[in-house]
């Protein structure tokens, strides 16, 4: 059985190419786009990530975006953190901004994880290998949402005077922080954890700082799932970033 950081790996992967094959076929056959096309990617991803869980992983409890919640979760010290298209919006709209999640939580951290970017033909994982960190470029790249950035994360990149780098995904800005595209990604006003467990346990893994906006950590499998800011970033910008958050 291969061990919980290739198994995650290789899930995502396997998820990422399920969602490529499914937007081929869709936009060839000109039959659906849009939010069909979002639709179909969610179920046919959620489908195929379920059945290797079940298959593979029999024991573990899972928590999905797109499954209903098993409170079962709560008891167990295994679970599954899957959203299986994050960015469904840029999927649907054939960008190659969009993620998908996979992280494993054991007994109240996450201690393994994995998000497929299958728009640049890569997975990261919490196996690495990771790049060493670099200083942050001036001014400071900041990843913000294509569609929603916040009004805090918009007046903290005035007050440094940041670069604002749009783009859709969670798990994609994230993993653009560990690529090293961009210095930070300050989320606030709302996500799951499954948006960010599979991309913070990676960011963690490559030595970033990650927590929430208020500097306290982030827990995930809890009773609701509800865990609406992040911050991610270097580690040498978290005491900066996390005092102009502090001050707003
Ligand atoms: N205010 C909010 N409330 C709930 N979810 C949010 C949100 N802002 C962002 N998200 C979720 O975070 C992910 C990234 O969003 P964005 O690209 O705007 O940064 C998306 O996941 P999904 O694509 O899985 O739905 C989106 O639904
Ligand atoms: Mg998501």
Redesign the pocket.
Known sequence: MPDDHSFAADLATSAGQVLLNTRSEVVASGTAGGKALAKMGDATAQEHIAARLAAERPDDAVLS?EAADDPVRLSRERVWII?P??????YSEDRHD?AVHVALWECGALTAGAVALPGLNATLSTAGPFSGLGAPAEPVRLAV????ASDLVLTVAERIGAELVP????GY?VSAVVRGEVDAYI?S????E??SAAPVAVAAAAGLHTSRIDGSSLEYNRKDPYL?DLLVCGPRLADKLLRVLASI
Not at 145 to 148: A, D, F
Not at 167 to 170: D, K, N, P, V
């Open positions: 975006e959203d298209l994050d960015g469904t919006r840029e969009w949402s294509r569609s929603r783009m859709g995904s969670a800005k989320h006003g709302g996500q799951y499954w948006d609406p």
